[in-house]
């Protein structure tokens, strides 16, 4: 692991903060306090294994790409008691490849796979200094950030390595109803871990999230997350918008807009809009969700850009539409038509989602894809998944199949 001078500046500081409150109290209360914080903390395990198959027709008749990937995925988490209020937190992950029959982005790989994002890596994927009362929690270090349904700011927790975030946050717990949440980040630790290409985003990062629950039925969230890039300044934008959660009896609608600006040293001045209107309703054993998501263009120049989002998790998961946004990737923006079924049967979740994917800008119908899920829960502590996608294109890229089978475990 390679440990920056920010990243160890960022230790000794945490060192001297938490050791501060501890240089003036009784020792004998000092030592009982610290044991019990040590008696109190918790260490947990988990692990993942996971087979990923790619076949991705070529491009204007060239070969097609194959991948073969057999992954796992080990972390270890450890969280301190408190001691007034402080504690502790450290997460390790390590990413093994048993079968690496694909391209993992790194630039040690110089063959003609299909890409799988899962490097060989050991990474400390939290390292946390906290402070919380309960109404109010400060956290100083490398940490994982979730905000709302992570369309904005996520984890990439699909991956076998998870994104964090190295910075400052503060959640405030006003009521019942209220949430506040605000984090300065200078460094996004992306899935490729250092030293591979696409590694960490470095800049000056403002993410803030307000939420507030009307009722036990409807909650409505209010975002601005103000990203300025130090090298990738393509992706520099100033972002501003709400969501909405109700439930209407059987009825759920999720209902989500928001508008984005240039920022910092980006050189390309646009504005664009993002929407995102879901309807879903149980039918028996079914249950059965309509969408449409929007992020819009600047008439060609640049389209609305979700950096740090879970990007997986929307728009197909065979992951053709991660570089949807900016100046820089897909300038013509992206509307996404889905419907969802879902049911249950004999202990089995499953999914099926097709997308019909084409320009915001123009009139490029990009291509159709088919999502398939299975996932059964078996002994408490073990998860089985299968998972599939079908792209069909129609003028973007190629066809592809990605086939996922997976078992996890946590102790």
Do not use: C
């Amino acid at each position: 692991m390679t440990f920056t001078k920010t990243k160890l500046s960022l230790a000794l500081i945490a060192s001297a903060i938490i050791s501060a409150p501890f240089a003036m109290a009784d020792d004998a209360a000092f030592n009982s306090g610290i044991k019990k914080a040590l008696a109190d903390s918790k260490v947990n395990i988990s692990l993942r294994a996971r087979y990923e198959g790619v076949d991705e027709d070529g491009v204007n008749g060239a070969a097609d790409k194959d991948a073969t990937a057999l992954t796992v995925k080990s972390r270890i988490t450890l969280q301190t008691g408190d001691y007034k209020n402080w504690s502790l937190g450290l997460e390790v992950d390590n990413v093994t490849a048993l079968v690496d029959d694909y391209n993992d982005l790194t630039f040690d790989y110089s063959g003609s796979d299909a890409v799988v994002a899962d490097p060989e890596i050991t990474d400390v994927n939290q390292a946390f200094l906290q402070y919380n009362t309960g109404k109010v929690k400060l956290t100083a270090g490398r940490q994982r950030i979730l905000h709302n349904n992570q369309r904005f700011i996520g984890g990439v927790g699909w991956r076998q390595n998870e994104q964090t975030y190295d910075g400052y946050r503060i959640e405030y717990v006003a009521n019942d109803a209220l949430s506040l949440d605000y984090s300065y980040i200078y460094n996004a630790n992306r899935i490729f871990g250092d030293d591979k290409k696409g590694d960490d985003l470095s800049g000056a990062f403002h993410f803030a999230n307000a939420a507030y629950k009307i009722n036990s039925a409807h909650k409505i969230s209010a975002f601005a997350y103000v990203l300025d890039f130090d090298i990738a300044h393509a992706m520099s934008s100033s972002t501003y918008g709400a969501l909405y959660h109700g439930k209407f009896g059987a009825v759920t609608v999720n209902l989500s807009a928001a508008t984005q600006s240039d920022a910092g040293d980006n050189a390309v001045s646009y504005d664009a809009n993002y929407y995102n209107a879901e309807i879903a309703t149980d039918l028996g054993d079914f249950t059965l969700l309509a969408g449409l998501e929007v992020l819009g263009s600047d008439e060609g120049k640049a389209a609305f850009s979700t950096p740090f989002a879970t990007l997986h998790k929307f728009q197909g998961f065979s992951d053709k539409f991660l570089n949807t946004g900016s100046s820089t990737g897909m300038k013509n923006g992206v509307e996404d038509t889905y419907i969802t079924v879902k049911t249950k049967l004999a202990g089995v979740k499953l999914a099926a989602t097709f997308h019909d994917l084409a320009s915001n800008e123009g009139t490029i119908d990009y291509g159709t894809e088919l999502d398939l899920v299975a996932a059964y829960t078996f002994k408490k502590n073990y998860n089985l998944l299968v998972k599939f996608a079908r792209y069909s294109a129609d003028q973007l890229s190629t066809d592809t199949s990605k086939l996922w089978i997976q078992v996890a475990t946590k102790f």
